[in-house]
T-cell receptor
Framework: EAQVTQNPRYLITVTGKKLTVTCSQN?????MSWYRQDPGLGLRQIYY???????DKGDVPEGYKVSRKEKRNFPLILESPSPNQTSLYFC??????????FGPGTRLTVL | DQQVKQNSPSLSVQEGRISILNCDYT??????FLWYKKYPAEGPTFLIS?????DKNEDGRFTVFLNKSAKHLSLHIVPSQPGDSAVYFC???????????FGAGTILRVKS
């Protein structure tokens, strides 16, 4: 089954404790992206990757890091999480940056 | 500054009637527009799209209209069904082709 998977689905952590949210797709897509969803703001892009070893900032990259060492994986790293990073996070992939396929989401709470 | 705006946070419609969801954009260089649907506890799923060279695209009960001069697009759902109750996001592809820009979403409730 073609899908984008994210782990964990739910995470509660404390300020400053490094964490990684994994994302994996099995569709051999070139393009992958991370978004955060906040009430009244919709989906805002954090980082995206056009291909392996090619990443770029989206609209809200501060406080986040990503890597793309393999085509299928695109982890999101929060080196020192803060409460304003409490949000719902989505990973997405697509052949190009158009019809993107989204993962099920990761709800992160930073205390 | 939001380049894609969905000014109605919510919409309530009776089952069987038409639902019209609206979206406005500010960047005339956007060349491709999409609608996504999102149920609680799930990721957004692609619904329908339209290229900037067209003014209408239809897929079953769903039709998207694009008015480039007004920088406005709309999604029509006819007839509306209770299962259509979800959050609908409008999105536009940037002129550089490297990302989608999303609106804030509209919550649609279809009452039976």
């Amino acid at each position: 089954e073609a899908q984008v998977t994210q782990n964990p689905r739910y995470l509660i952590t404390v300020t400053g404790k490094k964490l990684t949210v994994t994302c994996s797709q099995n569709m051999n897509h070139e393009y992958m992206s991370w978004y955060r969803q906040d009430p009244g703001l919709g989906l805002r892009q954090i980082y995206y990757s056009m291909n392996v070893e090619v990443t770029d900032k989206g609209d809200v990259p501060e406080g986040y890091k990503v890597s793309r060492k393999e085509k299928r994986n695109f982890p999101l790293i929060l080196e020192s999480p803060s409460p304003n990073q409490t949000s719902l996070y989505f990973c997405a992939s697509s052949p190009l940056a158009d019809t993107q396929y989204f993962g099920p989401g990761t709800r992160l709470t930073v205390l | 500054d939001q380049q894609v705006k969905q000014n109605s946070p919510s919409l309530s419609v009776q089952e069987g009637r038409i639902s019209i969801l609206n979206c406005d954009y500010t960047n005339s260089m956007f060349d491709y527009f999409l609608w996504y649907k999102k149920y609680p506890a799930e990721g957004p799923t692609f619904l329908i799209s339209i290229s900037s060279i067209k003014d209408k695209n239809e897929d079953g009960r769903f039709t998207v209209f694009l008015n480039k001069s007004a920088k406005h697009l709309s999604l029509h759902i006819v007839p509306s069904q209770p299962g259509d109750s979800a959050v609908y996001f409008c999105a536009a592809r940037s002129e550089y082709g490297n990302k989608l820009v999303f609106g804030a979403g509209t919550i649609l409730r279809v009452k039976s």
